[in-house]
């Protein structure tokens, strides 16, 4: 049912209704129409109605969108309708603090553990999440299943980090470490560049635009 | 010198080449060709002239770059040669590691305080920044020229929050929220939704593209 060659910009929008359609269902909207979905996700109703009918419509003429079918069906195109198990490599502050947000487990992402090569943080613990030696990694990767590696490794440590994960049969990569991995081209990544982001702010404060 | 009209996917890729830069500098190179510069960016040489004559070119024909004068260049086109103080908003576990990352300060970002409505956390320190209450906000944004917030609050206070500090003058928002803000057109939000960017990984890996 999923239509290949869905352009980025749908994909970058899907999560965001994925979003608005969970928040309307849990204050208990059961039905919307294009018009109303269009208000919330500050865009036009045609252009909701285009995005969705890239993965085959799921409106009905007169009577609008099924909040929780249309949700499901979202979920399902992200992928989230499995689970997945990730490991975060890198306890520091901000691995810690990804880590400890219980949030990602309701949309199936299931942190199961945490790595680092400092021997002083190994053995803690996070959100009943244990921090565990490098050397058991590779190890830990077949036996639970793990599909997603969150990385919050220091700038040096990203590529090689990054590259010994690949080796053990990680494709997705989930990367905050601030630099640009160097990957097989079967490898998703999708970077999460702190600093990269508040200065585009800062640009477009100085610019006004 | 800073031409208007510069489509976004150059300034996206602004960041990146400071940062390419600036590790340039530091491991002693002083000057690029624009296809040693491409070859590390992942672009074409052709791209990246095309980029850099948005901003009045810097390149000379049979040198090549400058990597130096390059860098202070999308520096002051970034808007990094004047400092930025910022605050942030929220001192859960991502607010803290946020404020505990001392590198933003390299790039003119300075973090000179962290609000947080929790009367449990206020007066703890982050990397020697206080956590403040709320109602001391108003007076340490005007006190302090604070231009930037870094929104770390949780999903159902972001906007209200957003908006409170609207009315106090800030105009960029570093989001942080799972929520998208809406504020008049003057502002401006760069939205770092941590969950969104994981959905689109998991997008990606379940349709591998």
Redesign the interface.
Known sequence: M?E?KISSAV??R???Y??YLRDLLDQGVNRISSEELSRLM?ATASQVRQDLNNFGGFGQQGYGYNVEYLKDEIAK????DTP?NMIMVGA???G???A??D??DN?S?HIKGIFDSNPDVVGQEVRGIRIMPMDEIESFIRENNI??VGLTVPKDQGRPVAEMLYGYGI????NFA?V?LSLPE?A?V?N??????????????????
């Open positions: 999923v290949k994909i970058k899907l999560p965001r994925f979003r500050h195109i992200l992928g989230l997945h520091g502050n901000l810690r603090a990804i400890g947000y949030k990602f949309r992402f599909s997603i494709r997705a990569f989930w601030h640009d079967d998703h999708e999460v560049h702190l600093s990269d982001s508040l200065m585009q702010l800062s640009y477009r404060l100085k610019n006004n635009l």
